[in-house]
């Protein structure tokens, strides 16, 4: 069984849902990739995603643009990515990491290279997010015979027809896009969001995350009476680049806290 699908039914059993927290990896600083990873996990992360930087994020808004602007400018790659999850996987046997990102550094590498890298690694899931269904079925399947979840997106502009075809390939969970836009916008419609989740969980037959726009504890427990995971990404890198060197990790554990408390309010009003 995946550390993600372990996951998913350790908090069912509990009736608690997961907190998923995104971070670029290489942002703000190379040497911070790992120490962040750790104090996520420690301040109430259930599963990490894990950011590749690319140049071209066309998914993600102004903030997350910015981070991995950053990260490839202090020096940040695909082979780093993994060799931080490497490291991570040294003190932490449990929590899932899944790596986030788009298909050009996949490609770069080798779509088989890359699954065998990221299965040495310790990587969990991956989420391409330019890898649409139609065309992901070979690399679904060169995850899944190394264990590795394939994740992918869906939309407040999908249609039944694409909850199909990503419910034939999806491992782990779905990620639910909550809004039209790119992460980190505002606008989030709670009862839209909620009148279309059973029809994805039909579909789908796994876990439900809900991300993008999802800025604080009130929100996220919303998310978390109708979700089977809140995700959590743009916020916590606003509250890396406001932070004064040295306190990086302290800023974001009191985020990861609140947001922490907001997901177990939501679960427990379920």
Known sequence: MSRIKSTFERLAAAQRKALIPFVTAGFPRLDLTVPLMRTLVESGADIIELGVPFSDPMADGP????SSEKALANGMTLHRVLSAVAEFRQRDKETPVVLMGYANPVEAMGQTAFADAAQVAGVDGVLVVDYPPEEAADFAQTLRERGLDP???LAPTSLPERYEQVGKLAHGYVY???LKGVTGSGGLNVAEIAERIPAIRNAVKIPVGVGFGIRDAATAAKMSAIADAVV???RIIEELEQAPVGEELQRVAALMGELRQGVDAGSSSC
């Open 63 to 66: 903030t997350i643009q910015r």
């Open 151 to 153: 994740i992918f997106l």
């Open 176 to 178: 639910y896009v909550s």
């Open 232 to 234: 959590v990404g743009s």
